[in-house]
């Protein structure tokens, strides 16, 4: 069965830094390009990057390059993200996901002071 | 960017209705549609990929299709099941965008 499971997330303070995780299994991890999807709690869905399965290339939104930063540890089968100087707006459910089938269960982050 | 305008945001059906909701590209995106069902507090499941292509273990009720630079997910008749967000994806250039998505609900 596969399963993507994510962890990391919780209530942050405006400017702090967070790191989410993602675990895989029940398919070959380092076959898939990966990325991170956030939802808003208005339910707006944002693709916010991804990378390569061999983690040799990386690709952003353009808002979002310079705060957060994908990266994958295949012998570990799992997928990060690091988020600084976090913002109210990042507010959302982060998911990670192959962008096809294979979807985490989400995980809440809640930046408030 | 590649602009992924979503219609309609809300819509309210009958069982048995026939469904159809529509996103347009800005951009040409060829078939690099990919149509997400969400359900309550679930994860988005792929339903359509290749704009057309029926994943494995959706119902046939569920079809896709193209027509110019719109896109369209069509209901054949409405189920309670089918109750859902609906999201459409464009795959054909970075960055990657969603549409604004479309609560569907049972009249």
């Known amino acids: 069965e596969v399963q993507l499971v994510e962890s990391g997330g919780g209530l942050v303070q405006p400017g702090a830094s967070l790191k989410l995780s993602c675990v895989a299994s029940?398919?070959?991890?380092?076959?898939?390009?990966m990325s991170w999807v956030r939802q808003t709690p208005g339910k707006t869905m944002e693709w916010i990057g991804d990378?390569?399965?061999?983690?040799?290339?990386?690709n952003y939104a353009p808002s979002l390059k310079n705060r957060f930063t994908i990266s994958r540890d295949n012998a570990k089968s799992t997928l990060y993200l690091q988020m600084s100087n976090v913002r109210s707006e990042d507010t959302a459910t982060y998911y990670c996901?192959?962008?096809?089938?294979?979807w985490g269960q989400g995980t809440l982050v809640t930046v408030s002071s | 960017d590649i602009q992924m305008t979503q219609s309609p945001s809300s819509l309210s059906a009958s069982l048995g209705d026939r469904v159809t909701i529509t996103c347009r590209a800005s951009?040409?995106?060829?078939?690099?549609l990919t149509w997400f069902q969400q359900k309550p507090g679930k994860s988005p499941r792929r339903m359509i990929y290749?704009?057309?292509n029926l994943e494995d273990g959706v119902p046939s009720r569920f079809s896709g299709s193209r027509s110019g630079s719109d896109y369209s997910l069509t209901i054949s008749s409405l189920e309670s099941e089918d109750v859902a967000d609906y999201h459409c994806?464009?795959?054909?250039?970075?960055?990657?965008?969603f549409g604004s998505g479309t609560k569907l609900e049972i009249k």
């Open positions: 290749g704009a057309t």
């Open positions: 951009q040409d995106i060829g078939n690099y």
């Open positions: 029940g398919f070959t991890f380092s076959d898939y390009w």
């Open positions: 990378i390569k399965y061999d983690g040799s290339y990386t």
């Open positions: 994806l464009q795959s054909i250039q970075y960055p990657l965008t």
């Open positions: 996901t192959s962008i096809g089938a294979y």
